[in-house]
């Protein structure tokens, strides 16, 4: 994997903070580690208590200024809330990273077969939780001149059978972030289709994983995206990989 060189914290400078949600495993820790190696401060959170608790450790071991690990579910506005003054107590914010969701009913259904439940309660992770965090933090945000990084997929713009559900929160985060970036000038909104990776997620989803990009790889894009902050728009974490005999990772 190619990683471009580390920004080493120097005394004297202001640490960066970030608060990045599904941060216990796959692309979410990964883009934590990169930021860790930094220096920046995270705020993490995920569900699963003693899975953040581990990701927590190792970003200490990495290099992090300071870790905070909050368990809960992102769609609680409790949740939510403590996230955001984690964010306040350590001084301000200057990214955040919406990158927990879930895939809704599992095996993938037709349309057709839908239940509607199961997309209400994806559509309250994958979408509103995402925008209701974005208002929490959103002064933070404007202060620091931050951004936020919304992860989406492919499966948002393309039309994959079975995967309309999944993919109708994504396509509706995506046009929430291309609204918020028309409307907050002062900060960078990116919404990244990160393409198919090798997590559990597209595991649960029935696809073979075999020759899906490393989550760590992907994770190594955003760290470049962050670090030399294009404006506002979509964005494929395929086309932010170096190439590599002359292809694209």
């Known amino acids: 994997m190619c990683r471009a060189p580390p920004r080493p914290y120097r005394r004297g400078m202001t640490r960066e903070t970030a608060l990045i949600t599904g941060a216990s495993r796959g692309l979410g820790r990964a883009l934590a580690g990169e930021l860790a190696r930094d220096g920046w401060n995270l705020i993490i959170d995920a569900r699963g208590g003693a899975a953040l608790a581990a990701a927590a450790t190792e970003l200490s071991g990495l290099g ?8 809960g579910d992102v769609g609680d506005a409790a949740h939510r809330a403590a996230l955001a003054r984690a964010a306040a107590a350590a ?8 990158n927990a969701s879930v895939l809704g009913t599992v095996p993938l259904p037709r349309l057709a077969d839908q239940p509607l439940d199961d997309l209400a309660e994806a559509f309250r992770i994958n979408t509103l939780a995402p925008l209701a ?3 929490a933090v959103l002064p933070a945000l404007r202060e620091r ?20 559900g999944y993919g109708s929160t994504k396509a509706a985060l995506e046009q929430l972030s291309n609204v918020l970036a028309a409307e907050e000038p002062g900060i960078a909104v990116w919404w990244v289709d990160p393409g198919e990776m ?7 989803a029935g696809e073979d994983v075999s020759s899906a990009t490393p989550p760590e790889d ?5 760290r470049r995206l962050v670090g030399d902050r294009p ?9 932010l990989m170096p190439a590599v005999d002359g292809r694209t990772r």
Do not use: H
């Open 133 to 135: 965090l974005i208002q």
């Open 231 to 239: 404006g506002s728009g979509r964005l494929r974490a395929a086309d």
């Open 145 to 164: 001149r931050g951004a936020v990084l919304n992860v989406t997929s492919d499966a948002a713009v393309e039309g994959y059978p079975t995967w309309g």
């Open 91 to 98: 001084g301000g914010l200057d990214l955040l990273v919406n």
């Open 64 to 71: 992090a200024g300071t870790v905070a690990a909050i368990a």
């Open 218 to 222: 992907v994770a190594a894009a955003l």
């Open 198 to 204: 090798r997590t559990d997620m597209l595991r649960d």
